[in-house]
């Protein structure tokens, strides 16, 4: 269901949705209260919804809708006003699961990486919708060790996937933290930012996560607010220091380099990564050149497979990864693909993540 009092974005959302295989459009309105009556009668798996509407806002409609369907997917479209982003970012804590900018007339909200982000969160969200509850973690009574793993713990699912095999953790202690996040990542990493205080103050930490331009600036103010700490997105050539925390900006990709002996952020305008800009992958990467096995690496909540190959090149510096877990995931995608692919020292749910990390930093790594 496409909710949007703009024809124009609800005739962009249609032709992309119905050129899908697997996907329709049950019905495309222009007011929230339209909405309210359709939604029964369509039984949609996912809403997009326009937070400025005449007679009834998206904020209003949010709770209106999740309470006659509280398994629908809802995701927010908006315009890159910082009053928009602010309320998006609301609206996540009120139960919508995405937010993306709102389609228009302009090139950049229409290309081809747009569109793949925007179908993308539709089809994924939407299979989240008709997915059975999440799998449970059993432990093993007695671990396998596979070839070539020595030493390695299994987790075995309840499902067809092949078992997941979890690396020792290092023994060096890390001296940053770096985060990458999608679709579910804003609450997440408040969830856990808020907890982190004393890791914070002795280690920077360095998020990449999937959002706009001035969403990303309102998320740092958000977490500036909820740690007490120092949060702000990154600027091209300044120091990274213990005490902060930087996110990268909405639409640029942000590394680190080192220049006299100091770690500095580097922010640049190079092609998308897995059509996502800012990329995981780019910051997992330096941080892994700068730091090496002082690294920890903590992969959160989001599709795609953004993140596993920068995982990769920190664990293959010395230092290790930590991954979110199916069930407290909104999307299983980029925790999963580090899960599978071997990366992860720690998989777990989201309450038990910032306690973990506490321990790492303090040298309790057991």
Known sequence: MVVDDSAIARGFVRRWVETEDGMEIVASLQTAREALNYLERTDPDVVVLDIEMPDMDGITALPLILQKRPDVAVII????TRRNAEIS???????????????????????ESYRHALVTRIRELGARARRVPAITKIPSVEP?????????????FVNTREPISLRPMPTTAPRVLVVGSSTGGPQALTEICTRLGPVIDQAPVLITQHMPPTFTSILAEHLAR??????QEAEDGEPICAGHIYIAPGHRHFRVAR???QPVAILDDAPPVHFCKPAVDILFSSAAEVWGAWVLGLVL???????????????ASGGSI???DEATSIVWGMPGSVAQAGLCSSIL???EIAPAITHIFTGRRA
Do not use: E, F, H, Y
């Open 77 to 80: 479209a908006s315009t890159l």
């Open 259 to 261: 220049t006299n002996g």
């Open 349 to 351: 749910p989201l309450n």
């Open 301 to 315: 909540t989001g599709m795609g497979t953004d993140g596993t190959g920068g995982a990769a090149d920190i664990v």
């Open 226 to 231: 909820a740690t007490g700490r120092p949060a």
């Open 144 to 156: 396998a060790t596979p070839k070539g793993k020595s030493g390695a713990n299994i987790l075995a």
């Open 89 to 111: 970012l609301r609206a996540l804590s009120l139960g919508a699961l995405d937010c993306i900018q709102k389609p228009d007339a302009q090139g950049a909200v229409t290309s």
């Open 322 to 324: 930590i991954a979110q």
